[in-house]
């Protein structure tokens, strides 16, 4: 009776992590796509917008790229249920390191990110992505 408890345990236990990974899968592919970024805050310096594709590589990390501009990299990229937080880097002076932080809040209908930024000078500003294929 026992071993029989220890194998049930260990089934659902099982399926639960698997559950988990497929959740996670499923859950990264909501932000496959282009979306556009466009800065809110009052005192943005920002006045242009970056169009930003979000693919999954094959072991479904999310990678983005500004195809608009080849100078930015993004790295430290997270997704947990709604939000997506990751670090961008304008390497368009290799000499000077300018980074911004993003936490970006998945709307329901899956087509915004919203959230704060705070960049290496700790400015702050609000961000918008628009989903827009």
Known sequence: MKNLIAI??????????ST?????????EKLVGLW???WLGADSKVDYVDTIQIKLDDNNRILM????NHHYTYDSIFFNKNELDYRFDNTVDP???FYVYYRLK??????TLLGPIVNIKL????VRLDKIR
Request: hydrophobic share 25%; charged share 25%; glycine share 2%.
């Open 8 to 17: 049930c345990t260990a089934y659902f236990f099982l399926c639960g992590c």
């Open 20 to 28: 988990s990974k497929h959740t996670a899968i499923n859950s990264n």
């Open 36 to 38: 556009t970024e466009t």
């Open 65 to 68: 790229n500004c195809i608009n």
């Open 95 to 97: 000499s000077v390191d």
């Open 106 to 111: 998945l709307s329901k209908d899956e087509k």
């Open 123 to 126: 400015e702050t500003d609000t």
